[in-house]
């Protein structure tokens, strides 16, 4: 029984937002109460209470460690702090494929900004409950009412504010919580620890009624026990609200909203309890699914010890050189010194640490158990989303999804001592970041890295410099392309050669189509009635397109949005070899391509900019002289929400003219939208 309550007091929470919307001053204000409530604890092992706070820089790194263990009134917080950033998005999903649960922090000046409503998009596809925190109450504009009225207006769930605040701006005291209706201040001369709950003040009573009204009001229309009540005419006590509150939260229908100011230090404990009080443990997730890699069945892990294990390793970083991996334990156990089979790779790796890590130190481990999250050391063929499980009872976990890259740029290493540095480091990154691709070019003698955009390729490059003093020269950024065709056409290829003692002859007719499969490619065979081909001819023919699809005739590029179908092949008989009809193919494919009109397609962006309403007409003429397409304007207050696609090849130095254009008050965000004609 012991270890089921150990799981009901665990929390695996990630704090995502828009960026500069004060995700980090609230990661940081967390570690700070929950390390004193956490150092209380151990008092009599001689630990002094105010001896862990390190220096601004050191804790700017503690928050980065990935994961973070804290406790909050008994129970175990993990705490994932993720990137504001769109190029680090991959970094966004990563963290959210293994959370139970997520702090949404809006600005209270700013509200629904776009990286939020893609953050919170990405939390709703891997049915992850949220909780809403409105930081920057003492900011000037600071507009608590809109920024509920933003939230109800973009996304599906609905927006319960449990909180009102009293003031706004200069003026914000406190907040009065709507369920236990009490008023709460913070002390400032001791940093917001010290804090009390008092009745509500009698000119704000009247205010704090009508809000919790609406608070029951909206549960009605999520949870019928509380609507009978409430039509009923009847109290309900606040346990029986947080009770409805979690249960509306836990279904994805309801998102509590908090709100005070991090910076002040007013606010985080009622949060802290939010988290406890409404977003899911382990064990309230439902069990995840995974496929048997032997039996091709859909399987089932439910969070417990005693279930086969099954981990997923979403996140590998180098620490003093050697590989960290973080592993989310969904079922199982895990034991130091044991062997760990990984079934992505079919392959047996054996841990030599667990690691606990802390706000301020880590600690070893020897068991980790279903609900954990936790840094293992000494696996060395892991890759981000690999799944990780028992041998005699294989799964394989849904990998997450990887985006492709956008933006290149070629590196050549300064000396030869750098050209091997440069290798081992790459080697590295690669591991970390599976947005990342390297491309050795023979013809130019330089690395091309492919990656999310300027400011992804910028981060990786400084990152070889300065971590592992590989001493690079950076060309300029290029775009990646893609090819496709515009006609229906008939390729044909023939080889016929002796290489070694042996005849080789290949003959291949295939049909090339354009077709809409959103980047894809598809491989069909229709052979005429009678005539067969031998399995392991037809499979050298499909490895022979497979080959050519990935560098096309205008200019090298992959070749996308294409439908090949074998149609045919001649045979000789003891001369049709697999080589030959792996050749023949990949010439009636680039014979095919020539005739069928090939295009270059670019990239183009989905681009979000944030402007204030008066440089409006300078933005919308930049984005139309930069070949953009303006899908939307949105007027939200003082500033405007632009949205429009734009070729990324004109979206180089975007962030330099649009600061320069509007005093440097305006802020964008771009992702990948598609590829189109260039």
């Known amino acids: 029984m012991a270890s089921k309550s150990k799981l009901s007091r665990i929390r695996n929470i990630g704090i995502v937002a828009h960026i500069d919307a004060g995700k980090t001053t609230v990661s940081e204000r967390v570690l700070f109460y929950t390390g004193i409530s956490y150092k209380m604890g151990e008092v009599h092992d001689g630990e002094a209470v105010m001896d862990w706070m390190p220096q601004e820089q050191e804790r700017g790194i503690t928050i980065t460690s990935a994961v973070t263990t804290c406790t909050w009134k008994q129970h175990e917080l993990h705490l994932i702090d993720t990137p504001g950033h769109v190029d ?82 200069e003026a914000f005291l406190g907040v009065v919580d709507l369920v236990a209706m009490k008023f709460f201040t913070w002390d400032e001369a001791s940093k917001g620890v010290q804090y009390e ?59 509590p ?24 443990s ?19 892990r439910k969070s417990s010890e005693k279930e086969p294990l099954a981990a997923l390793a979403f996140k590998i970083m180098m620490d003093e050189g050697r590989k960290l991996t973080y592993l989310r334990v969904y079922s199982g156990r895990l034991q130091a010194g044991g062997e760990l089979y990984n079934a992505s790779r079919g392959r047996k790796e054996k841990i030599s640490r667990l690691l606990k890590m802390h ?59 750098d050209q091997e540095k440069l290798a081992v480091a790459l080697n590295k990154l690669l591991d970390e970041d ?54 229906r056409v008939i390729g044909e290829g023939l080889f016929e050669r002796e290489l070694g003692e042996k005849k080789h002859h290949g003959q291949v007719r295939i049909q090339i189509e354009p077709c809409a499969l959103d980047g894809g490619t598809e491989i069909v065979r ?52 697999p080589l030959g009809c792996r050749i023949a193919a990949a ?45 939307a304007i949105t007027p939200k207050g003082a500033v405007s929400e632009i949205k429009a696609k734009v070729p990324l090849k004109a979206m180089f130095g975007y962030s330099t003219d649009l600061r320069s254009a509007t005093q440097g008050r305006a802020v964008f965000t771009m992702q990948f939208c598609a590829y189109d004609k260039a």
């Open 88 to 169: 680090f998005t991959i970094e966004v999903e990563r963290c959210l494929r293994v959370l139970d649960g997520a702090v949404v922090v809006f600005c209270a000046v700013g509200g629904v900004e776009p990286q939020s409503e893609t953050v919170w998009h990405q939390a709703d596809k891997y049915g992850v409950p949220k909780v809403a925190f409105i930081n920057k109450m003492d900011r000037v504009g600071a507009d608590h009412g809109r920024t509920v009225e933003m939230m109800k207006a973009r996304f599906n769930s609905l927006p319960l504010p449990i909180q009102m605040p009293l003031g706004e701006e």
């Open 526 to 577: 229709r052979l005429p009635e009678g005539g067969y081909i031998p399995e392991e001819l037809l499979a050298a023919m499909e490895e022979g397109i497979r080959e050519a699809l990935a560098s096309g005739v205008v200019a090298g590029y992959p070749v996308v949005n294409i439908r090949v179908v074998i149609v045919g092949a001649s045979l000789v008989e003891g001369e049709s070899t």
């Open 282 to 300: 382990p064990e309230d997730i439902p069990p995840v699914t995974g496929v048997n890699p032997l039996t091709k069945q859909e399987d089932v």
């Open 434 to 487: 599976p947005t990342l691709r390297v491309k050795y070019d023979d013809e130019t003698a330089q690395t091309v890295l492919s990656g999310m955009g300027e400011l992804h390729l910028e981060i990786i490059t400084d990152r070889l410099q300065r971590e592992f003093n590989a001493r690079v020269n950076v060309g300029k950024p290029r775009v990646v392309h893609r090819e496709t065709i515009q006609k």
């Open 197 to 255: 709950a008092a009745d509500v003040p009698g000119e704000f009573l009247l205010q704090a009624m009508e809000g919790r009204d609406r608070l029951i009001a909206s549960l009605a229309d999520v949870d019928d026990a509380v609507a009978e009540k409430y039509l009923d005419g009847a109290e309900l006590s606040s346990e029986e609200l947080l009770a409805a509150i979690r249960k509306a939260t836990i279904s994805l229908r309801a998102v």
């Open 359 to 417: 706000a301020n130190k880590r600690e070893r481990v020897e068991t980790a158990s279903a609900g954990d999250i936790i840094a293992v050391m000494g696996l060395k063929e892991i890759t981000t989303g690999d799944t990780i499980c028992d041998e005699n009872h294989p799964i394989l976990l849904e990998p997450m999804d990887v985006y492709e890259p956008v933006i290149s740029q070629a590196i050549e290493a300064k000396t030869p001592a």
């Open 587 to 631: 010439t009636a494919f680039r014979d095919g391509c020539s005739k069928a009109d090939p295009i270059l397609l670019e990239p183009l962006m989905l681009v979000s900019i944030t402007t204030p309403s008066e440089f409006m007409g300078e933005v919308i003429g930049d984005i139309n002289a930069r070949r953009g397409e303006i899908e």
């Open 257 to 280: 909203v908090l709100c005070g100011t991090a910076l002040r230090n007013k606010g985080i404990q009622p949060l802290l309890d939010a988290v406890v009080d409404f977003l899911p």
